[in-house]
């Protein structure tokens, strides 16, 4: 019989039927709101706890400790709970109240902080008092790790093969730098593009980060190409596709489609899969649909 964590991925996708510009193109949304904690983070939350667990990192009675802007955080809340671990999830404090009422829904303690940096050096220094374990997403290999071993391999899969570009937003980059290990491999053509905010805007999701916080597990070589896209753009985008297309996700999905939109115009032809993060559900107490 399956448990909850057996719903961890295999991910449906759907292929735009009004926003492709290009009819040579085909550009498909992986909805990873159908994960069971509501968003992409699910699988590499599972991946980091399950793979410390079984190295002997973590055990009964750990207290583990993370910096989140959101759906990572929620990701844990659900799964450390299911392996009986106590957590604790440092959030900026502009996130959204539905982030924050679902992460203590799973039993998580929520400290807010003024920034996601503040936040990572919050827990940072908490970890490093050998009372809390850190799982620290931006460095910690099993992130990208569960999107080699799951969302790459389930995309070539449901393209049999024909994916041409694969596009991603960019937050920790885990999502990106798995998709592009796994793809790569089985073909060196395919082109992978990342996601980010043009320099004055503020995307939930996708960062520009600072040198000093970039994470660790990012490697450049492993991206073909960097579109950024604007607040403005991002959050047209998002209704769009929630009116057009019947899908409700977040800013972040909103910025993604929006790079695929604007590669579908660059290529000739092509099969263009974007990352579709979470669920719009959880921004529904923000403006981002009002308007």
């Given at each position: 019989?399956?448990?909850?964590?057996?719903?961890?991925?295999n991910t449906p996708m759907v292929e735009f039927q009004k926003l492709s510009p290009n009819p040579a193109v085909r550009i498909f949304a992986k909805l990873e709101g159908n994960n069971p904690g509501g968003s992409v983070k699910d699988r590499p939350a599972l991946n980091m706890i399950k793979s410390a667990w079984e190295r002997g990192d973590i055990?009964?009675?750990?207290?583990?400790?993370?910096?989140?802007?959101?759906?990572?955080?929620?990701?844990?809340?659900?799964?450390?709970?299911?392996?009986?671990?106590?957590?604790?999830?440092?959030?900026?404090?502009?996130?959204?109240?539905?982030?924050?009422?679902?992460?203590?829904?799973?039993?998580?303690?929520?400290?807010?902080?003024?920034?996601?940096?503040?936040?990572?050096?919050?827990?940072?220094?908490?970890?490093?008092?050998?009372?809390?374990?850190?799982?620290?997403?931006?460095?910690?290999?099993?992130?990208?790790?569960?999107?080699?071993?799951?969302?790459?391999?389930?995309?070539?899969?449901?393209?049999?093969?024909?994916?041409?570009?694969?596009?991603?937003?960019?937050?920790?980059?885990?999502?990106?730098?798995?998709?592009?290990?796994?793809?790569?491999?089985?073909?060196?053509?395919?082109?992978?593009?990342?996601?980010?905010?043009?320099?004055?805007?503020?995307?939930?999701?996708?960062?520009?980060?600072?040198?000093?916080?970039?994470?660790?597990?990012?490697?450049?070589?492993?991206?073909?190409?960097?579109?950024?896209?604007?607040?403005?753009?991002?959050?047209?985008?998002?209704?769009?596709?929630?009116?057009?297309?019947?899908?409700?996700?977040?800013?972040?999905?909103?910025?993604?489609?929006?790079?695929?939109?604007?590669?579908?115009?660059?290529?000739?032809?092509?099969?263009?899969?974007?990352?579709?993060?979470?669920?719009?559900?959880?921004?529904?107490?923000?403006?981002?649909?009002?308007?």
């Amino acid at each position: 019989m399956a448990t909850i964590l057996d719903l961890v991925g295999n991910t449906p996708m759907v292929e735009f039927q009004k926003l492709s510009p290009n009819p040579a193109v085909r550009i498909f949304a992986k909805l990873e709101g159908n994960n069971p904690g509501g968003s992409v983070k699910d699988r590499p939350a599972l991946n980091m706890i399950k793979s410390a667990w079984e190295r002997g990192d973590i055990g009964p009675g750990t207290k583990l400790i993370e910096a989140t802007s959101g759906n990572t955080g929620i990701a844990l809340a659900l799964i450390a709970r299911l392996f009986d671990l106590e957590i604790e999830l440092a959030l900026p404090s502009t996130s959204t109240r539905e982030r924050l009422l679902t992460m203590q829904a799973f039993g998580a303690k929520v400290t807010l902080m003024d920034s996601i940096e503040v936040c990572r050096d919050y827990a940072e220094e908490k970890a490093a008092t050998g009372e809390y374990f850190i799982l620290n997403q931006f460095s910690n290999n099993d992130n990208y790790l569960a999107h080699f071993k799951t969302t790459g391999p389930e995309i070539w899969k449901d393209t049999n093969g024909e994916i041409t570009h694969f596009v991603s937003a960019m937050g920790t980059t885990g999502t990106i730098m798995g998709a592009s290990m796994f793809l790569k491999e089985k073909n060196p053509n395919i082109q992978i593009v990342g996601c980010q905010p043009t320099e004055d805007s503020s995307i939930p999701g996708i960062r520009r980060w600072p040198k000093e916080y970039l994470p660790k597990i990012y490697n450049p070589k492993r991206v073909d190409k960097i579109i950024d896209v604007s607040q403005a753009e991002a959050t047209e985008m998002t209704r769009k596709m929630a009116y057009a297309e019947g899908i409700f996700a977040g800013m972040s999905s909103g910025g993604a489609a929006s790079a695929a939109i604007r590669l579908a115009k660059e290529i000739s032809s092509g099969l263009i899969v974007f990352i579709v993060c979470d669920r719009g559900d959880r921004y529904v107490s923000s403006n981002l649909f009002q308007g």
